[in-house]
């Protein structure tokens, strides 16, 4: 039996699209719960698995919002390409974690970056940019 759990969600997702499948993705994997933080969720075909019938989904408007209702202990982790980010591979995974992704065509704001707890990078070689890259050269 595992102890601890993980939480995940997104920052101002562009396409509802992509949510439902991070949410299939989320009940798959076993996640306590999903939040979206300044907009609203709705069905998706995508979600397969009706992600809200089985773990909660929260709407949060703000980053202070979430902050302010986070479960004691569990830091937020933001999934940024950034110069403060630590790769993915060198992680050490908190037993309680909410992790918090930011939207796919500008990621996370420097504000929102500097609410979180940490930083880590995905390493991918399809990774869209690169640290200090604007979204606009994507």
Not at 23 to 39: D, E, K, M, P, Q
Not at 87 to 105: C, I, R, T
Request: proline share 7%; with cysteine.
């Amino acid at each position: 039996m595992t102890r601890g759990y993980f939480a995940i969600g997104v920052w101002h997702p562009k396409t509802e699209a992509n949510i439902g499948t991070l949410w299939r993705h989320a009940y798959l994997y076993g996640a306590a719960f999903v939040f979206t933080i300044g907009r609203r969720y709705r069905r998706q075909a995508s979600d397969t698995s009706v992600t809200p019938l089985h773990v909660p989904l929260f709407h949060w408007e703000t980053i202070d919002d979430l902050r302010a209702h986070l479960p004691q202990g569990a830091p937020l982790v933001g999934i940024e390409l950034h110069a403060r980010s630590r790769k993915l591979s060198s992680y050490f995974h908190p037993l309680s974690v909410v992790y918090l992704l930011g939207a796919e065509d500008h990621g996370l704001p420097e504000a929102v970056i500097e609410r979180c707890h940490s930083i880590v990078q995905i390493e991918s070689p399809s990774s869209v940019r690169r640290p200090g890259e604007s979204a606009k050269n994507c």
